[in-house]
């Protein structure tokens, strides 16, 4: 690609990051994460697509982002790919989270439209393929990626992780937003910790909204310095 367009409500306007080729622009869409500006986010999401000349769109999960590429690239002729790695009901349910039947159903509208819009859907699991298809996602349009680690790059050293270890460095590398419970890695560490006979760090590293929260939960947690927070890459 000759350039890169990456629409979100989190990223400063107009941040660029010039990394040769290709280049990654951001773009911010008016108002917040709220439902009733969900026709704003459209209307914008359309006008960057038109003035930028883009040729295909990929988009993540099938609520909002997905639903907003199904509505603003509707006769357009543009396809959009859209990556699912989460069940939203299983989250939801997980995270004790209620929005009521009248906005759950709504949700589940947007999800199946931007299932049936998609030209592509890659799926991380077996479990979510299985969702996408209940939620009404033709399986010839479903493509299984799975996450994996490139062990020509990464190799395993001669010692044994098993053996005994005087320290031991945990790395978690994400965009720092809620669905990511970084929250209870946090808590899982300070756990680990009070158990471990090593010293043990954790390096976090990536950005998001929910980095201050974070920071603020790793000192009530009395974490110092065996936490890192080393921002985005």
Not at 79 to 97: A, W
Not at 141 to 170: E, G
Not at 221 to 233: A, D, H, N, Q, W
């Amino acid at each position: 690609f000759d350039e890169v367009h990456v629409v979100s409500l989190d990223d400063e306007k107009g941040k660029k990051y010039d990394l040769g080729n290709p280049r990654i622009i951001i773009h911010s869409l008016p108002g917040k994460q709220r439902v009733t500006d969900i026709p704003k986010h459209i209307l914008a999401f359309r006008k960057i697509i038109k003035q930028n000349k883009i040729d295909v769109v990929r988009v993540l999960a099938p609520v909002r982002s997905g639903f907003i590429a199904s509505m603003a690239l509707s006769r357009t002729g543009i396809p959009f790919v859209m990556s699912i790695h989460g069940n939203r009901q299983l989250i939801n349910k997980e995270s004790h989270t209620s929005r009521g039947p009248i906005l759950e159903t709504a949700l589940g509208i947007c999800e199946r439209r931007a299932v049936k819009k998609a030209a592509l859907v890659p799926v991380i699991s077996k479990h979510i393929w299985n969702y996408a298809k209940e939620l009404g996602c033709d399986e010839n349009k479903l493509f299984l990626h799975r996450n994996f680690v490139d062990t020509k790059i990464f190799k395993k050293q001669n010692s044994s992780l098993s053996q005994p270890r005087s320290s031991a460095r945990l790395i978690f590398i994400s965009r720092l937003i809620k669905v990511k419970f970084v929250d209870i890695l946090l808590k899982s560490f300070k756990i680990a910790q009070s158990k471990s006979k090593s010293n043990l760090e954790l390096w976090i590293v990536g950005d998001g909204p929910e980095k201050e929260n974070l920071e603020k939960l790793a000192k009530e947690l009395e974490l110092g310095t065996s936490v890192k927070f080393l921002g985005g890459v």
